[in-house]
């Protein structure tokens, strides 16, 4: 995926989840953050950060930019949340992603129902099979090591649940897990922060559920997927 318009500044400070002060061309904006998660060791005083300018194509919008990227040391993190559902949506069109126990696609459909949560994927493939994806951006790193969640996520597990509720039924069920950064060493569950998650993973895993990781090449005007990584602390994956 890629965005229009780019530019960069300094990052000052977040007054809430959905907005951040940032410096541009000398001048203090408040720009719209693109990512409600909590992001602190992102978005941290002096940080170079990138911004989507919608000058001349606001529509409804109230705020000129928006807040997509920023750098940690040497390294650019694409933190737009919705920009990993976009790059799979890409990955599984063109055979990049291969979901696991699945041929060729014949259908790929976003942001469907299945039970009582939505999901962000079904697919059909030529055989006929039928899966349900779910997919989770991944911006927290430590030395190589990506984490998920950054924040303890109730819904995240319920999703993870359903996925195993579903291979239950006869349905190809995967997590993806989109790095939202190049070059990481492994992917885990962020047992620390979140144990709830990690065991409902593993469950999952245990149950059928393909757990998939993959970095992702990043430019401060796009986003692509890489190349799958490995899954640490995982039982049974595929």
């Not at 500044?9 to 409600?36: L, Q, S």
């Not at 579903?166 to 989109?178: I, K, L, N």
Request: proline residues 4%.
């Amino acid at each position: 995926m890629r965005y229009e318009k780019v530019c960069n500044g300094t990052f000052i400070e977040r007054p809430n989840r959905f907005i951040a002060k940032v410096v541009i061309d000398g001048k203090e904006e408040t720009v719209h953050v693109k990512n409600t998660g909590r992001c602190r060791e992102l978005l941290v005083p002096g940080a170079e950060v990138y911004m989507e300018d919608f000058e001349g194509r606001m529509g409804k919008r109230k705020l000129r930019y928006s807040l997509i990227a920023v750098k940690k040391g040497n390294l650019l993190i694409n933190m737009d949340s919705q920009a990993p559902n976009y790059v799979v949506e890409e990955a599984l069109t063109d055979g990049r992603i291969k979901p696991p126990g699945m041929g060729k696609l014949t259908c790929i459909k976003r942001e469907k129902t299945f039970g009582d949560s939505r999901y962000d994927f079904y697919l059909e493939d030529e055989e006929g099979r039928k899966g349900w994806m779910e997919v989770k951006g991944v911006t927290l790193e430590d030395n190589g090591i990506c984490r998920f969640p950054d924040a303890p996520t109730q819904r995240g597990k319920k999703h993870i649940n359903g996925l195993a509720k579903a291979v239950e039924m006869g349905y190809t069920c995967q997590v993806v897990f989109v790095i939202q950064m190049n070059g990481m060493k492994s992917f885990e569950p962020n047992d620390a922060t979140d144990l709830d998650f990690g065991d409902a993973l593993r469950e999952a895993s245990s149950c059928g559920v393909s757990v998939l990781a993959y970095d992702c090449i990043v430019e401060p005007d796009s986003l692509q997927i890489n190349s799958q990584i490995k899954v640490e602390k995982i039982e049974n994956i595929c």
